[in-house]
Every structure is written in C-alpha cells, then in structure tokens.
C-alpha cells in the first residue's frame, strides 16, 4: 500500500483492468464514438483492451480525442514559451484555470507536440463523483484534491497532496499542473491564492519556502480562451456574490460545465509557458524578510508572468470597450466581430439587469484590464 493511494492517479500496472472495467460504459462509447467516428464499437474496445500504460492511453485516445475537440470546437491552439523547458526536467507548471478539464489536457497536449513528457494534474473531487469520470482522471495522470472537508482532515489532506507534488517532482521526475486558485476564474481576474503555495509548501522539509520553490522550478502558464463556452453558465453565480448572497450548485452543475467546456464554440486558444521563476525568487528573498511577504510577493510574479504573456483576443478589447463605453481599442477588432459578440451578449443575458451586463462584459474585459495596468506600472 502506497500512502498516496487514495489520491492518485494508476499505476500503468493497474490501467489495462481499470480499461476493461469502463470500456462498455455509456459514457466511454460517447468518448470514443466522438474520437474515431469511423470504428465499430468493438474495434476500439478491442484497442482499449490492449492498452498497458497512462501514455499509451493519452497517445492513443485521448491525443485524439483533443485533435477532435480542437476540429469542431476552436479555431486552433497555438503555443509559445515552450523553448523554454529542458528535457527530462520536472516543473511545477502554475496556470491560471478557466476550463474544468480542457486547460490542462490541452497543456498536455502541447507538452506531447513538443517532445516533453506529460504532467501529472490536480482535479477537484467533486468533478470526479462519478465511477467513469473517476477512473478517466485517474488513467488520465490525474491526482485527486479533496474539497468541503472539516479543518483537521482539511489539514491532513494538504499535507499528503504537498507531498504527493514533491514525490512527482524529485522522485518520479513527473512535473505537477496545478491552478492558482482553487476553482476557476469565473470574473476573468486571475489570481493566485497564498493558501496554494502554502498548501505546496507543507512538504519543504527543513528548507525555507523559497529554498524549496526553487527546487520545484515553478513555472507561470497562460492559457486564454478567445470565447468563453461556459460564459452564461457562470452568471448565476457572479450574480449571487456581488449580491453578497451563499450561491448553491445544482446537482449536475459540475457535469454540464463540463461538457459545454470541451464541446462548446471557443475560436482561438493559446498557450503560453512561462520561464523557471529562479531569479524572481533570489529577488523576492532579498526584498522581504518575512516568509508571509514573500510568499505573496512570489503571488504577484506568478500573477504578473500570467497577465503579461495572456493572449488577448478581439472578444476582450471588445468587451473593454463596451464596459467602459468607449473606442480606446476598436483598432483590435472588426465591426463584424463586435456585432456578433455583442450578439452573442443579448442572446445569453438578461440586458435589462445593468450588473448581469457589466459581470458578463467584466469577464472578458479584466484580462485587458490587467495586462494594461502591469505595462503601465513597468513603464
């Protein structure tokens, strides 16, 4: 027994049972039939059935399946940032986090084109609360977070999941993918929580927090979507917090965003890898003494590497201008790209609610907003 059982991901010696046991599950057929739409139900069965390893799965299946994704449902992905990795090095990849599971298969994805290994990845447990989705993440590299628990086991959990992250990283030379916050950035503002780094700090051993962020080689991603496929899906609740009011999932919330994430229209996508954060935290170190100040001075570079290499699409600028009611940006967009966002805007939202307005506008205007502000603060 490994004391890391309960969170994570199989073993390429328990992948091809694991297979065989969901291989005729409902959901699988829609997976595959949506993947290879030109096999016979048994034709991918049986390749399934020859399936051994995590890799082979991600190479042979779901490689495919985000090429399908990418087909029906982007204008494709382009990436940059990815001559700065080495190979055969682990990284702890830090990203801001907008699609349940598109964000970090798609970085996988990327890694795989570019002759890297793939990570190992967070995914909160209650997106997982179904058998099938369950084994999915767990064949797919995934490493279980355990959310809603009571302090104490809240604590316990931290500190396993800490070590799990250094075991990837200095063991098994596996870099982790993890977000910068827990949950995703609904209002567009990404930013990275203290109670994240101080959760992968728990496993420093004897190090201070920098001396061991350096040793993980963190590295900032940015992934931008140029549409928002769960955009309307995350009103309510935007809604409910600037009205101060508790905002409650239904039951199969997690499931449907889930879906409208990978099958919904999103244009352009793009990735960004950040470089090793080795000097910024040299510097962080010599600036602040205490550890609570580095730990959010190493937020903020995290945040600013995220917000500066943020590929911003017309859809932002446009929304940035219909926010603010002005042209500071029609230079980034056509009439006919802002008619059908603004199109897209009245069909989704109640227009005569002036805060649903400016949370959906807000939601794609803040990524400008933030770029703009670090530029300016840099000049």
């Given at each position: 027994?490994?004391?890391?059982?309960?969170?994570?991901?199989?073993?390429?010696?328990?992948?091809?049972?694991?297979?065989?046991?969901?291989?005729?599950?409902?959901?699988?057929?829609?997976?595959?039939?949506?993947?290879?739409?030109?096999?016979?139900?048994?034709?991918?069965?049986?390749?399934?059935?020859?399936?051994?390893?995590?890799?082979?799965?991600q190479i042979n299946f779901i490689?495919?399946?985000?090429?399908?994704?990418?087909?029906?449902?982007?204008?494709?992905?382009?990436?940059?940032?990815?001559?700065?990795?080495?190979?055969?090095?682990?990284?702890?990849?830090?990203?801001?986090?907008?699609?349940?599971?598109?964000?970090?298969?798609?970085?996988?994805?990327?890694?795989?084109?570019?002759?890297?290994?793939?990570?190992?990845?967070?995914?909160?447990?209650?997106?997982?609360?179904?058998?099938?989705?369950?084994?999915?993440?767990?064949?797919?590299?995934?490493?279980?977070?355990?959310?809603?628990?009571?302090?104490?086991?809240?604590?316990?959990?931290?500190?396993?999941?800490?070590?799990?992250?250094?075991?990837?990283?200095?063991?098994?030379?596996?870099?982790?993918?993890?977000?910068?916050?827990?949950?995703?950035?609904?209002?567009?503002?990404?930013?990275?929580?203290?109670?994240?780094?101080?959760?992968?700090?728990?496993?420093?051993?004897?190090?201070?927090?920098?001396?061991?962020?350096?040793?993980?080689?963190?590295?900032?991603?940015?992934?931008?979507?140029?549409?928002?496929?769960?955009?309307?899906?995350?009103?309510?609740?935007?809604?409910?917090?600037?009205?101060?009011?508790?905002?409650?999932?239904?039951?199969?919330?997690?499931?449907?965003?889930?879906?409208?994430?990978?099958?919904?229209?999103?244009?352009?996508?793009?990735?960004?890898?950040?470089?090793?954060?080795?000097?910024?935290?040299?510097?962080?170190?010599?600036?602040?003494?205490?550890?609570?100040?580095?730990?959010?001075?190493?937020?903020?570079?995290?945040?600013?590497?995220?917000?500066?290499?943020?590929?911003?699409?017309?859809?932002?600028?446009?929304?940035?201008?219909?926010?603010?009611?002005?042209?500071?940006?029609?230079?980034?967009?056509?009439?006919?790209?802002?008619?059908?966002?603004?199109?897209?805007?009245?069909?989704?939202?109640?227009?005569?609610?002036?805060?649903?307005?400016?949370?959906?506008?807000?939601?794609?205007?803040?990524?400008?907003?933030n770029q703009t502000a670090l530029?300016?603060?840099?000049?």
């Amino acid at each position: 027994m490994s004391k890391f059982d309960d969170i994570r991901p199989f073993y390429d010696t328990e992948v091809n049972d694991a297979l065989r046991k969901v291989a005729r599950d409902p959901i699988m057929k829609a997976v595959m039939n949506f993947t290879f739409p030109d096999m016979t139900d048994e034709e991918w069965i049986q390749q399934l059935y020859k399936t051994h390893s995590i890799r082979d799965f991600q190479i042979n299946f779901i490689y495919h399946a985000i090429n399908m994704v990418l087909n029906k449902s982007s204008d494709g992905l382009t990436t940059s940032g990815f001559e700065n990795l080495k190979p055969n090095t682990a990284y702890l990849f830090i990203s801001n986090h907008r699609d349940i599971i598109l964000d970090t298969s798609l970085l996988n994805y990327s890694l795989y084109k570019n002759g890297f290994k793939m990570t190992t990845s967070a995914i909160g447990d209650n997106l997982v609360k179904n058998p099938f989705l369950l084994t999915l993440s767990r064949v797919t590299r995934n490493f279980i977070v355990k959310r809603g628990l009571p302090s104490r086991e809240l604590l316990e959990s931290s500190k396993l999941m800490s070590e799990f992250i250094k075991d990837s990283i200095m063991h098994e030379n596996r870099s982790v993918w993890m977000a910068q916050r827990e949950g995703r950035t609904k209002d567009g503002n990404d930013a990275t929580h203290k109670g994240v780094l101080k959760m992968i700090a728990m496993a420093k051993d004897g190090m201070t927090d920098m001396e061991y962020f350096k040793r993980l080689k963190i590295v900032p991603v940015s992934i931008s979507y140029e549409l928002d496929p769960t955009d309307i899906l995350k009103m309510p609740e935007l809604l409910a917090r600037s009205k101060t009011e508790p905002y409650v999932k239904n039951p199969n919330e997690d499931f449907v965003t889930l879906r409208s994430g990978i099958m919904g229209q999103k244009k352009g996508i793009h990735i960004h890898v950040g470089k090793v954060l080795d000097d910024e935290i040299d510097d962080i170190v010599l600036k602040h003494p205490s550890t609570n100040k580095q730990l959010q001075a190493l937020c903020d570079i995290i945040d600013e590497v995220i917000h500066a290499n943020y590929r911003l699409w017309p859809t932002n600028y446009i929304a940035h201008d219909l926010l603010y009611q002005s042209n500071q940006y029609n230079t980034y967009y056509t009439a006919d790209e802002k008619e059908a966002f603004e199109k897209r805007l009245y069909e989704g939202v109640d227009t005569s609610d002036e805060m649903a307005v400016k949370h959906f506008l807000a939601m794609y205007a803040n990524p400008v907003t933030n770029q703009t502000a670090l530029k300016t603060s840099q000049a």
